[in-house]
C-alpha cells in the first residue's frame, strides 16, 4: 500500500536528507513532504521549483511491477512539466 494513514513522526519530518530518505519511505516522503509543499507553492502563487527529476528515486524505491506502475508513470510526467518549466 503507498497511502499511510500514519503521519511520521515530527523528527522524521524535519529530515535535511534528500527525500527524507534517512527518516522515512519515499511514498510517505511524496505523501507527507512533496505533495503538501507543492500545495502551498500553488495554494500561495510562490515559484515552483525547476528541473524536478523525481524519477530516479521512485525508480530506485518503488518496484517496477503492475502495483507501481501508474505512480512511476505520474512521476515521469510529473518531472517532464517541470523539466520545461
Same mark, same amino acid.
Given at each position: ?6 503521519t511520521?513522526?515530527?523528527k ?10 534517512d527518516?522515512?519511505?519515499?511514498e510517505?516522503?511524496?505523501?507527507? /513532504? ?5 500545495? +502551498? &507553492? *500553488?495554494?500561495?502563487?510562490k515559484?515552483?521549483?525547476n ?6 528515486m521512485?525508480?530506485q ?10 505512480? /512511476? ?5 510529473? +518531472? &517532464? *512539466?517541470?523539466?520545461d518549466?
Amino acid at each position: 500500500m503507498l497511502w499511510s494513514s500514519h503521519t511520521p513522526s515530527p523528527k522524521a519530518l524535519l529530515s535535511m536528507v534528500p527525500f527524507a530518505f534517512d527518516s522515512m519511505p519515499f511514498e510517505q516522503w511524496l505523501q507527507f /513532504i512533496f505533495i503538501p509543499k507543492m500545495s +502551498d &507553492l *500553488v495554494c500561495n502563487q510562490k515559484a515552483l521549483p525547476n528541473n524536478l527529476q523525481l524519477l530516479p528515486m521512485a525508480e530506485q524505491c518503488l518496484d517496477t511491477g503492475e502495483h507501481h506502475r501508474g505512480v /512511476i508513470e505520474l512521476i515521469r510526467q510529473i +518531472d &517532464l *512539466v517541470f523539466a520545461d518549466y
